[in-house]
């Protein structure tokens, strides 16, 4: 499986955008890239996920680099309830969730 | 659609004894996934069930089991239990296996406390 780095926490202003990254330079060409958070002993919630090309949705946007070996999450309007932790993951079978990054936003 | 439910949510065993944790996907859903949450280990893949058979397993003893009925329901099934098994464990469903390009849906989890 292919490790992640991520650090272990982040702060930023309410409205800002947050850009979280992600090392994942073991990955192989099969392997997605998967990005999940956790509120307070809530089940994680899924964002976003991508194989190669950068991805956007309603919650968020994913940019993989073209080696594919990082990826930063961009949550373009930081709200309060963005507070988490967040994972990146990338596995083929199932899913490894590291230690994430607690993501702080600030009033 | 209704998300994914698990029962219990609460669960407090005594050492040795056994338990059976519930996991009903979300409808349409044919994979479901198990994880162990703790402070200290954080979240861990258990094993993964997609029509009725086992797909993939974690790094667990063989007192964690699980299956897999029919219309997609999961049980997992934890014996002999230990104070270190108390945790969250978490449901999630997918359409299909987990990792494949398929996004998991968790459930709240039970959380278990073992005496």
């Known amino acids: 499986d292919a490790k992640t780095t991520q650090p272990p926490s982040m702060d930023c202003a309410e409205g800002r955008a947050a850009n979280l990254p992600c090392n994942h330079s073991t990955i192989s060409g099969n392997e997605y890239v998967y990005w999940y958070r956790q509120i307070h002993s809530q089940g994680p919630q899924y964002i976003i996920h991508?194989?190669?090309n950068n991805e956007t949705n309603e919650m968020a946007s994913l940019i993989i680099t073209e080696d594919r070996k990082s990826s930063t999450l961009i949550l373009p309007h930081a709200t309060l309830r963005d507070t988490a932790v967040y994972y990146c993951?990338?596995?083929?079978?199932?899913?490894?969730f590291g230690t994430g990054t607690r993501l702080t936003i600030i009033p | 659609k209704a998300g994914v439910t698990q029962t219990p949510r609460y669960l407090i065993k005594t050492r040795g004894q056994q338990v059976t944790l519930s996991c009903s996907p979300i409808?349409?859903?044919?994979?479901v996934s198990w994880y162990q949450q703790t402070p200290g280990q954080g979240l861990q893949f258990l094993f993964e069930y997609f029509s009725e058979t086992q797909r993939n397993k974690g790094n667990f003893p063989g007192r964690f089991s699980g299956r897999q009925f029919s219309n997609s329901r999961s049980e997992m099934n934890v014996s002999t239990l230990e104070l270190g098994d108390s945790a969250l464990y978490l449901c999630?469903?997918?359409?299909?296996?987990?990792?494949?390009?398929?996004?998991?849906?968790f459930g709240p989890g039970t959380r278990l406390t073992v005496l």
């Open positions: 991508g194989l190669k």
């Open positions: 409808s349409g859903h044919r994979s």
């Open positions: 999630a469903s997918s359409l299909g296996l987990a990792g494949g390009g398929n996004e998991q849906f």
């Open positions: 993951i990338v596995r083929v079978e199932g899913l490894t």
